[in-house]
């Protein structure tokens, strides 16, 4: 479900670093999922309102990808001498996909192979997640999906980095 962001002032945006450890296995994980805002609205400029405080307009949600996704496959087959970690070693198969806030499904890049102690990087950098219409729940979604993983049975040894900036989406406001 998509989160409404509550301003005392219409946000001009703030950057938001994505981090994930310990994906479970075998299941779509949202990793990002675009908001919506919730504004003052006295002059009732924005046509939707906030249910729970009709003086507030509510605002669609943008998150801009700054950097491409990074997921790390943290086995190793040789740790450097003192070095402890996750000496089990195995390729791992991660899916990345698009999910509109409409429902519809893009793969992207589709499945990947990642080698131990290796780092894929997906290229969303430049795309945009929006939340657009409030008549659904969700907004748009970016999910990975981990098929195996090593030695750990339901958790996935892999770390995931992305930065990116959430902010009120750029609209066309009373254009007629």
């Known amino acids: 479900m998509a989160e409404k962001i509550k ?10 670093n994505y981090t994930y450890t310990n994906i ?20 009732r400029v924005y046509a939707d309102r906030d249910p729970e405080d009709i003086t ?44 509109t ?5 893009i793969a992207c890049p589709g499945i990947m192979t990642i080698p131990p102690g290796d780092t894929a990087m997906v290229p969303v950098q430049g795309r945009s997640l929006v939340k657009r219409n409030f008549n659904y729940s969700d907004g748009d979604k ?3 999906y981990v098929y195996s993983a090593a030695g750990t049975g339901s958790i996935a040894p892999i770390q995931i980095w992305a930065s990116a900036e959430e902010k009120p989406s750029s609209e066309h406001t009373g254009v007629e």
Do not use: H
């Not at 301003?7 to 938001?16: D, E, F, L």
């Not at 402890?84 to 990345?96: A, D, K, R, S, Y």
């Not at 806030?101 to 499904?105: A, D, H, P, Q």
């Open 56 to 99: 507030r307009g509510l605002r669609s949600g943008e998150i801009f990808f700054m950097t491409p996704v990074f997921i790390r496959n943290t086995t190793f087959s040789n740790l450097p001498p003192g070095v402890t970690g996750n000496t089990t070693v195995e390729t791992t198969l991660v899916e990345i996909r698009l999910v």
């Open 142 to 144: 970016l999910q990975i």
């Open 7 to 16: 301003c005392k002032t219409p946000s001009t945006g703030r950057v938001k």
């Open 24 to 43: 479970p296995v075998k299941n779509w994980i949202t990793i990002a999922e675009a908001p919506y805002f919730s504004v003052p609205d006295a002059r």
């Open 101 to 105: 806030e409409s429902g519809t499904t």
